[in-house]
């Protein structure tokens, strides 16, 4: 008996673990519409191309985009704009922006 309950416990241990390796908690919560609204506030300054410096963000990986934004959020990346309009969004908001500045095209 108690080495049925050791496999059980073994089993949910291990499904637990898979499900994190799984799952991207960065962009989780993420919504398609919200991130197209927040967007505005991001174009003034990028642009579909380069330029002066600003990178164009169009069609980037939407993880890329997220650990991106964390970095900056996180005083990581140094750029006092980029951590300025970070530093304002939450996880949510980050993740929304990911998603829809990926689904542009480049
Ligand atoms: C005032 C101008 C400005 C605004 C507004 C702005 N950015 Fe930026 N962003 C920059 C600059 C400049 C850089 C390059 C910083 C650097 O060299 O590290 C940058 C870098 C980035 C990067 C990293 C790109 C890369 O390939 O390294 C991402 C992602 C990004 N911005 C997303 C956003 C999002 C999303 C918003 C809106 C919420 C936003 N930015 C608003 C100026 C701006």
Same mark, same amino acid.
């Given at each position: 008996?108690v080495?049925?309950?050791?496999i059980?416990f ?5 499904s ?8 991207e ?7 398609f519409?919200y991130g ?6 991001? /174009?003034?300054?990028?642009? &579909?191309?380069?330029? !002066?410096g600003?990178?164009?963000i169009?069609? #980037?990986? *939407? +993880?890329?985009?997220?650990k991106? /934004?964390?970095l900056?959020? &996180?005083?990581e990346? !140094?750029?006092?704009v980029?951590?300025?309009? #970070?530093? *304002? +969004? ?17």
């Amino acid at each position: 008996m108690v080495k049925i309950i050791y496999i059980f416990f073994i089993i949910i241990f291990c499904s637990l673990i898979f499900r994190g390796l799984l799952a991207e908690p960065l962009l989780d919560g993420a919504d398609f519409d919200y991130g197209e609204y927040l967007s505005g506030q991001c /174009l003034t300054c990028h642009q &579909n191309s380069s330029d !002066e410096g600003i990178p164009a963000i169009n069609g #980037a990986e *939407a +993880l890329y985009i997220a650990k991106k /934004l964390v970095l900056y959020k &996180n005083k990581e990346l !140094e750029n006092e704009v980029m951590q300025l309009v #970070a530093s *304002a +969004l939450d996880k949510e908001e980050i993740a929304s922006l990911a998603i829809y500045f990926n689904s542009l095209e480049k």
